[in-house]
Each structure stands twice: as structure tokens, then as C-alpha cells.
Nanobody, 124 residues
Framework: QVQLVESGGGLVQAGGSLRLSCASS????????MGWFRQAPGKEREFVAA????????NHAGSLNGRFTITRDNAKNAVYLQMNSLKPEDTRVYYC?????????????????WGQGTQVTVSS
């Protein structure tokens, strides 16, 4: 029912920045907790960040050490991931995913993947 389109990925050198965007076609976008996850080939889905329905509460993976920031703009049906100080280990496909709950939890099982993802590649 809901379509999510991720964009903004690309090739960047270590230490650089990227801003990922996720556009939703759903008219009920604001009713979803939104999260960013990433995945390497053959690996499990990894939590990156999540944000509450209103955007007032966020949850970021501690392993990122504050390098990434999730935001949303419900008026634009969009969620963003600002990525700074990128490292080669950040190289992944990044997915924007929706959660029908009310809390920006970290568990991948609580989110639904409705987009194709966007590739982020960080070179040394």
C-alpha cells in the first residue's frame, strides 16, 4: 500500500557527508514511526536510527557515535538521514522503513521494508 523511495546515496570519500532522503506516497505517513536500516550483502539488517511519528523523539545506534542524524518532515512526507564523517564501514545499502507502533524502537522485526534502498559507498 505504502511506497517508499530512498535517494541520496552515492560514492563519497572517507570523512565526507551524505544526506539520504526517503519519500513516501502514503497519505498516512505521519502515523508511522520511521527508521533507517542498512544491510551488507549476506548480512543481517542493521539498525541505524529511528524517529517518532511527530519527530520529537529519536533513537540512534550508539555505535555511530553521533555521526548520523535522523529527521522527518511530515508536511513533505519525508524522512532524512544526515550522515557525517563517513567511514568505509558505512558502506551499505540503506533502507527507509515504517513501523506501525508508537515508539522508535531498534528491533528490525518491528519495521516493514517497502522501498528498494539506496547504495552508500565510502572509499578510503
Amino acid at each position: 500500500q505504502v511506497q517508499l523511495v530512498e535517494s541520496g546515496g552515492g560514492l563519497v570519500q572517507a570523512g565526507g557527508s551524505l544526506r539520504l532522503s526517503c519519500a513516501s506516497s502514503g497519505r498516512t505517513f505521519s502515523s508511522y514511526v520511521m527508521g533507517w536500516f542498512r544491510q551488507a550483502p549476506g548480512k543481517e539488517r542493521e539498525f541505524v536510527a529511528a524517529i517518532s511519528r511527530s519527530g520529537s523523539v529519536t533513537n540512534h545506534a550508539g555505535s555511530l557515535n553521533g555521526r548520523f542524524t535522523i529527521t522527518r518532515d511530515n508536511a513533505k512526507n519525508a524522512v532524512y538521514l544526515q550522515m557525517n564523517s563517513l567511514k568505509p564501514e558505512d558502506t551499505r545499502v540503506y533502507y527507509c522503513e515504517a513501523n506501525t507502533g508508537t515508539t522508535p524502537v531498534t528491533a528490525p522485526i518491528m519495521y516493514d521494508r517497502w522501498g528498494q534502498g539506496t547504495q552508500v559507498t565510502v572509499s578510503s
